[in-house]
């Protein structure tokens, strides 16, 4: 079965830093799609970057973006020049390539920016 | 936010008595999801929809029923709501075969 495993329960980012936070899943597919998604304490889930596994090409978005390790099943997220705004539970999530398209979410990691 | 409303917002209930939630999207897309939120869990599956009357069970879907009667649409509805359900649920929805999940706003419930 899927899995995606988010193994750091919290981090710490001083303010203007760069921080990587983890994501490891499990799947015996080739084609899928992963995804990082920020909650910040309003509750509103936000899209902050996605990877079509097919693609060798790290996605970028600003400050944001990913190292894709496809054969390790890795998908880090790291934040550059970390921002007072970019304080959230970040989860990680895949999304199955066909059927029924469900997505599967990791546990979450709470980022804490420090001024 | 795709067009997604969620109904209500927040829910204070007594254990035992059922409970409906709702999504309602204003896009006719297919694919619809609810999860819940707690701590340390993340954001588990309770029941997903693939259409019109098309509907499929999560991994917690144990409690929990849901109906889609009309494509903008689906209900999930605790059956006889215990302290254990207390949440937030969430639904979403997919655009396209290729995109993100959107989410609604989310729905505390309590179950007292």
């Known amino acids: 079965a899927q899995t995606v495993t988010q193994s750091q329960p919290e981090m710490s980012v001083q303010e203007a830093e760069t921080v990587t936070l983890s994501c490891t899943y499990d799947?015996?597919?080739?084609?899928?799609?992963l995804f990082w998604y920020k909650q910040p304490p309003s509750r509103q889930m936000i899209l902050v970057i996605r990877?079509?596994?097919?693609?060798?090409q790290n996605a970028t978005e600003n400050r944001f973006s990913v190292n894709f390790q496809k054969a390790a099943k890795s998908f880090s997220l790291k934040i550059s020049d970390s921002q007072l705004g970019d304080a959230a539970m970040y989860f990680c999530?895949?999304?199955?390539?066909?059927?029924?398209?469900?997505?599967?979410f990791g546990t979450g990691t709470r980022l804490k920016v420090l001024a | 936010d795709a067009g997604i409303t969620q109904s209500p917002r927040h829910k204070v209930t007594e254990t035992g008595t059922p409970v409906t939630l709702r999504c309602h999207q204003t896009?006719?897309?297919?694919?619809m999801y609810w999860y819940r939120q707690d701590p340390g869990h993340g954001l588990r599956l309770i029941h997903y929809?693939?259409?019109?009357?098309?509907?499929d069970k999560g991994e917690v879907s144990d409690g929990y029923s849901v109906s889609r009667s009309k494509t903008e649409d689906f209900l999930l509805t605790l059956e006889s709501a215990t302290s254990s359900q207390t949440s937030v649920y969430f639904c979403?929805?997919?655009?396209?075969?290729?995109?993100?999940?959107?989410f609604g706003q989310g729905t505390r419930l309590t179950v007292v």
């Open positions: 990877q079509e596994a097919y693609k060798q």
């Open positions: 999530a895949y999304r199955f390539p066909s059927g029924t398209y469900k997505y599967i």
């Open positions: 896009e006719n897309h297919r694919y």
């Open positions: 799947t015996s597919e080739s084609d899928y799609y």
């Open positions: 979403a929805i997919s655009v396209g075969e290729n995109t993100e999940a959107f």
């Open positions: 929809s693939y259409g019109v009357k098309d509907t």
